[in-house]
């Protein structure tokens, strides 16, 4: 197979050039960091369940007219999205107090918010990601006013979708991370969901029990992370060797 050609090396993904122009191949791979890398290791299997699961709610939130880069999954542990222009924030969308909110807030997990509470973080690593206002994203140029307009109903788009899809089969959405990239079609500008959606980037809780399956379980030891994410595959009819059964009407009585 001819070598393709590395875009970008991130800590849970690898980019390469796309086979046609505007497009990029997405590798997941098995990495898992925490703490912004102090933490580190390799969970074989992770990429590929991140990979599916990306898949499923980006193409879910695409049926429901939310725009994503999203093209087609490749293979295992790739996908095709459109090329885009990261804007260098993380949009956080929390339903219930958790992680940094919680410390920085004196708020105990688990404490559902009056509302879904939209936060921003400058996407930095060497500065740790630091949360940010508005007022820094406007002044700095990083976003303009209709870019955080469409943003923030972006991320309310996604919450609601991610909230029914996870209640659904028994999962608290607690909060997640989103990028937003900026396509451009001739003259104009569109912003997309981009990058991931997966346990990586959320908090996700079984209703019943409160038990963690998501990347918490990584940060904080709890036990196999892909145990937890496997969990989250089968509820959701993704597992790899587990295809949904087809459907077929089934009388109620
Ligand atoms: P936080 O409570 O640590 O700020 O995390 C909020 C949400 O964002 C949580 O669902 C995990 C996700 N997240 C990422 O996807 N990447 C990150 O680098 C961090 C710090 C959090």
Redesign the pocket.
């Known amino acids: 197979m001819a070598r393709r050609k590395k875009i970008y090396e991130g800590k849970a993904k690898t980019l390469y050039e796309g086979p046609e122009p505007g497009t990029i191949v997405q590798y997941f791979k098995d990495d898992a960091t925490a703490f912004n890398a102090e933490k580190k290791d390799v969970i074989e299997g992770k990429g590929v369940l991140n990979n599916l699961l990306s898949e499923y709610f980006m193409k879910g939130l695409g049926q429901i007219g939310v725009p994503t880069h999203f093209l087609k999954r490749l293979n295992m542990r790739e996908q095709l999205v459109r090329s885009c222009e990261i804007i260098p924030l993380?949009v956080?969308v929390?339903n219930y107090a958790?992680?940094?909110?919680s410390k920085r807030l004196g708020i105990d997990e688990g404490t559902q918010l009056p509302r879904p509470i939209v936060e921003y973080c400058y996407k930095d690593d060497a500065l740790g990601?630091p949360l940010v206002t508005e007022e820094h994203i406007a002044a700095f140029g990083w976003a303009s006013q209709q870019d955080m307009d469409d943003i923030l109903s972006l991320a309310l788009r996604v919450n609601d979708f991610m909230s029914g899809v996870m209640l659904a089969v028994g999962i608290r959405l607690?909060?997640?991370?989103i990028e937003i990239g900026r396509v451009y079609d001739g003259d104009f500008q569109r912003l997309v969901v981009a990058d991931e959606i997966s346990p990586?980037?959320?908090?996700l809780w079984d209703i019943e029990t409160g038990e963690k399956l998501?990347?918490d379980v990584f940060r904080r030891d709890l036990g196999s992370l892909t145990d937890a994410y496997s969990e989250v595959a089968r509820r959701l009819g993704v597992m790899p060797n587990n295809p949904p059964a087809p459907s077929k009407p089934t009388l109620v009585n």
């Open positions: 993380e956080i929390r958790a992680g940094s909110m990601d607690v909060d997640f991370k990586d980037s959320c908090r998501d990347k």
